[in-house]
C-alpha cells in the first residue's frame, strides 16, 4: 500500500463511520465531490488546506487521516518519501511545515 492509498482508505473509514456520504462531506469540507473521490481512490494530487478542511469536517484531529496501517510489511517507505517530499516543494508557510510535520510525527510513531 502507498502512502496515498492509505490516505484514501483513512478519509473513506472515517467518513463511513460517520456515516457520511461523500457529497455531504464535500460540502461540508467545501471542497467537490470529485475532490473527495478522488482522494478515497488514491489518485490525484491533494493540498494541506484541502486536508485540513476534509479532517475539520469528520471533526477529527490530522493524524487521524494520516494514520498508517498497523502492519507496514506492504508498506513501501521509499515511496512514501518520495510522495511526502513532492509536497514540499509547495510550502509557503509555517503552517504547511507544521501540517508535514504532523504527518511525518505519525509515519513514525507507528515504524517505531
Do not use: W
Not at 469540507?29 to 470529485?34: F, G, L, N, Q
Not at 507544521?98 to 517505531?112: G, R
Amino acid at each position: 500500500m502507498d502512502f496515498l492509498s492509505n490516505l484514501g482508505q483513512n478519509i473513506k473509514k472515517l467518513r463511513e463511520d460517520k456515516n457520511i456520504t461523500q457529497s455531504q462531506l464535500a460540502e461540508m469540507a467545501d471542497v467537490s465531490v470529485s475532490t473527495i473521490a478522488r482522494l478515497e481512490l488514491g489518485d490525484g494530487f491533494f493540498t494541506f488546506k484541502t486536508i485540513q478542511k476534509i479532517s475539520n469536517a469528520l471533526n477529527v484531529n490530522i493524524e487521524n487521516v494520516f494514520e498508517f496501517p498497523c502492519s507496514l510489511n506492504n508498506f513501501n517507505h521509499n515511496k512514501f518519501i518520495q510522495e511526502i517530499s513532492k509536497y514540499t516543494k509547495n510550502f509557503k508557510s509555517q503552517k504547511d511545515y507544521n501540517f508535514i510535520l504532523d504527518v511525518v510525527k505519525s509515519y513514525f510513531k507507528t515504524i517505531n
